[in-house]
């Protein structure tokens, strides 16, 4: 579903990806852990190309993801055709960003319709259902700041499903909730992850990991130090570096 | 030393209900009235004895038929000029944060020059285009032209007028949108291009109404600049109403009266677009506040509600309701 090939990103001096190669099967849930700075986020974000990449190519649903290749060459693909791709890929932000002059509803309900893909009443509809699922029909008309941090992480999951995409990719969900809140937006995760959503998820929710997630990848400078089944990297790590990490997140 | 959680202190005090609050005074705040309440007065007084107002002349052309239609060609002026250059200041905001250098450049110079240029300089010009121009074409750039019409015909005093109000405001709008959209934090625009929302409507549905907060007061302050703006309009002999208590005074001599109509008028006009933009701020704040301020008319219905001895009209509930 997802493949990553030699992935690198420079900001300015600094490289931040350094060759990343991964895999991931439709279906799967994909929790990556690292420490602060690692550049899980700019991994993310070259997924659904809000980073564009130095190198390497990212293939999502066997589409390359911000070119066209012909032959041996890439062209850039033009603004349209890169928010028609991002438009099959869910982003949840670290801070929701929820649109704050729309409401719950209608926050949820804006991409379908911008992308033509539904007409207002189905969009609305379909929104309706969709904060059933997270919990939140009652508050359908209320503006984001009328609602607490799970409340509005849990509308901008919503609003990601809204385009039914192929992939969810979750910056860190969880991080800017208080610790109270934190559960019921995992919840909301773990439901997505057994209804068969593919998902890459940022956290440095272990427990979460340990019990949602088919592969953890341990990102550290920007290289994949170690990869596999919770079991295996969580209990069992391979490396020094991920030792270190994991002993520190764990207490 | 192990910490434990102690009840809170007793105040020392007996049970509240047997308190007495007693208000702070504040005896400058009487002064500094009755120095206000004083010159007032004065003024006031001047206004309604010194014969030099003529009060008499002032009525019989407030609403005279020549002003009131003068009146409407500065409201004219001042509402076609203000969304015109409204329009040009949505269109040249996001080019001077394009990312291409010329549509940068080509906004810059343009704020730049009609800056730099008094109204006055510009109207001018505008009005004598046709000693510039004697005729001009549409077609092809530097090729061929399709239709050509005589400048003075196409570029009529009011014409010239109105395009000089609008380019103006353009360069002053164009600065105020700008700090509209560079106050709308940059993760809207990333959450909105990462649903795949089109560039347009990304700016028109997502990042315009939240700049619209921070646009309003400098607009609402440029709207009422440009109302007394019009009233330089008046060197293209156009017939707004400073142009019109002109022509009134030159024939009659009396200056102070017809200036006061004048005067009279703009502050009228100027309360009017103030409730304008208190409604206009309103309708852009859902969202931004956890609950609207009530209107004025809201808070009258509350004080009268409750002088009726009914209860819980103190404000408009969450969502539910007009601004009525
Ligand atoms: N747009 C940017 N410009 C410059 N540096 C950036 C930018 N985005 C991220 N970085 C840098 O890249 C590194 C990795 O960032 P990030 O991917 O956000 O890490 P993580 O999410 O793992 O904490 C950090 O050192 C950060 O300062
Ligand atoms: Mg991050």
Redesign the pocket.
């Known amino acids: 579903m997802v493949r990553l090939r030699g992935v690198h990103k420079t ?2 001096t ?1 490289e ?1 990806l350094r060759g990343i190669d991964l895999d991931l099967p439709a279906g799967s849930v994909t929790v990556i852990l ?12 070259t997924i659904n190309h809000l ?1 564009k990449v130095d190198r390497g190519t990212v293939v999502v649903d066997g589409q390359l993801i911000g070119y066209r290749q012909v032959g041996d060459r890439l062209y850039e693909l033009g603004e349209r055709l890169i928010l028609r791709q991002r438009a099959d890929i869910g982003f949840v932000f670290q801070n929701f960003n929820l649109f704050p002059h729309l409401t719950a509803l209608e926050n949820v309900a804006e991409a379908p319709v911008a992308t033509r893909r539904l007409t207002r009443a189905q969009a609305r509809e379909r929104a309706l259902a969709l904060l059933d699922r997270v919990g939140l029909a009652d508050r359908a008309g209320a503006y984001p700041r009328q609602l607490s941090g799970g409340q509005q992480q849990r509308v901008a999951i919503a609003r990601a499903l809204a385009l039914e995409p192929k992939l969810i990719l979750f ?2 969900p969880t991080s800017a909730l208080d610790p109270e809140l934190v559960g019921e937006v995992l919840d909301v995760l773990r439901d997505l992850a057994r209804a068969g959503t593919t998902m890459v998820v ?1 956290t440095h929710e272990i427990g979460f990991a340990r019990e949602a997630a088919d592969t953890v990848v341990f ?1 550290d400078a ?1 290289r994949v130090v170690e990869q596999g089944p919770p079991g295996a990297v969580l209990d069992h790590p391979a490396h020094e570096r991920t030792r270190a990490f994991l002993s520190k997140v764990l207490t | 030393m192990s910490v434990v959680s102690t009840p809170a202190p007793p105040t020392g005090a007996t049970d509240p209900p047997t308190l007495t609050v007693v208000p702070a005074r504040h005896p400058w705040r009487w002064v500094g009235s009755a120095v206000a309440l004083v010159l007032a007065a004065q003024f006031t007084h001047g206004l309604v004895t010194n014969p030099g107002w003529d009060w008499p002349t002032f009525a019989g052309y407030f609403v005279e038929r020549s002003i009131v239609e003068a009146l409407l060609v500065t409201l004219h002026l001042t509402l076609a000029g203000a969304a015109l250059g409204f329009l040009g200041g949505v269109v040249l905001a996001p080019m001077r944060l394009s990312r291409s250098p010329v549509l940068r450049g080509f906004s810059w110079t343009y704020i730049w020059v009609f800056r730099s240029v008094p109204l006055i300089v510009q109207l001018l010009f505008w009005a004598n285009l046709g000693y510039l121009y004697d005729t001009l074409q549409f077609g092809v750039p530097f090729g061929p032209g399709f239709v050509e019409v005589r400048t003075i015909d196409l570029v009529s005093p009011f014409g010239a007028a109105l395009l000089g109000l609008t380019l103006h405001q353009a360069a002053y709008s164009a600065e105020i949108v700008r700090a509209g959209i560079i106050s709308v934090d940059q993760g809207q625009v990333e959450a909105a291009a990462a649903l795949g929302i089109p560039r347009l409507r990304q700016f028109r549905r997502i990042v315009l109404p939240q700049a619209m907060r921070a646009i309003l007061p400098s607009a609402a302050n440029e709207l009422i600049n440009l109302l007394k703006s019009t009233s330089v309009v008046y060197v293209l002999a156009i017939g707004e109403i400073f142009y019109q208590v002109q022509v009134v005074y030159g024939r009659n001599g009396r200056v102070v009266p017809l200036l006061m109509v004048a005067t009279v008028w703009y502050v009228v006009l100027t309360a009017l677009l103030s409730v304008l933009q208190f409604y206009v701020e309103r309708h852009f704040a859902r969202g931004a506040l956890r609950t609207l301020p009530p209107t004025p008319l809201q808070r009258l219905r509350a004080v009268v509600g409750q002088r009726l001895g009914r209860t819980g009209v103190a404000g408009p509930s969450r969502g539910g309701g007009g601004p009525w």
Do not use: C, M, N, Y
Not at chain 1, 34 to 45: A, E, V, Y
């Open positions: 900001f300015g600094h931040v690292g420490p602060s700075g690692s550049g899980k986020s700019t991994l993310l974000r980073e910056d860190e940022v990102l920007g």
